[in-house]
Nanobody, 122 residues
Framework: QVQLQESGGGSVQAGGSLRLSCAAS????????LAWFRQAPGKKREAVAA????????YYGDSVKGRFTASRDKGENTLHLQMNSLKPEDTAMYYC???????????????WGQGTQVTVSS
C-alpha cells in the first residue's frame, strides 16, 4: 500500500523560507512522478512542483519558478520542496502526490498525502 507522509509546514512571514518533506513508501513500480500540489481556500488544487523519477525531469508552476526547488532523496525515497521568498499568496494546504503522470496534472496522480498547511503572513 502506497503511503505519503508530509511534514515541514508552518507559519512564516513574507520573504521567509520553509522546507517541506514527503516520505513515500509502498510504491512497487517505477518510474513514476512525485509532486507537490497546493490548494488555497476557494481555489482549485494546482501543481506546484514535480519530479519524474525515470529521467529526473522537473516541473514548476509559473508562480513558483525561481523561488521553489523540488528535490528527491533516492535512498530514503523522500521528496523535498524548498520554498524561498515566500509570499502571502503561497498560503495553502500543500499535498504530496505520486502516480504515473502526466507530470503536471491531477489526473496523473492516484496517491495523495493528507496535506500540510503553509501560512505566509505579510
Amino acid at each position: 500500500q502506497v503511503q505519503l507522509q508530509e511534514s515541514g509546514g508552518g507559519s512564516v512571514q513574507a520573504g521567509g523560507s520553509l522546507r517541506l518533506s514527503c516520505a513515500a513508501s509502498g510504491y512497487t513500480w517505477s518510474p513514476y512522478c512525485l509532486a507537490w500540489f497546493r490548494q488555497a481556500p476557494g481555489k482549485k488544487r494546482e501543481a506546484v512542483a514535480a519530479i519524474y523519477t525515470g529521467g529526473g525531469s522537473t516541473y514548476y508552476g509559473d508562480s513558483v519558478k525561481g523561488r521553489f526547488t523540488a528535490s528527491r532523496d533516492k535512498g530514503e525515497n523522500t521528496l523535498h520542496l524548498q520554498m524561498n521568498s515566500l509570499k502571502p499568496e503561497d498560503t495553502a494546504m500543500y499535498y504530496c502526490a505520486a502516480g504515473p503522470g502526466p507530470i503536471a496534472t491531477m489526473k496523473g496522480y492516484n496517491y495523495w498525502g493528507q496535506g500540510t498547511q503553509v501560512t505566509v503572513s505579510s
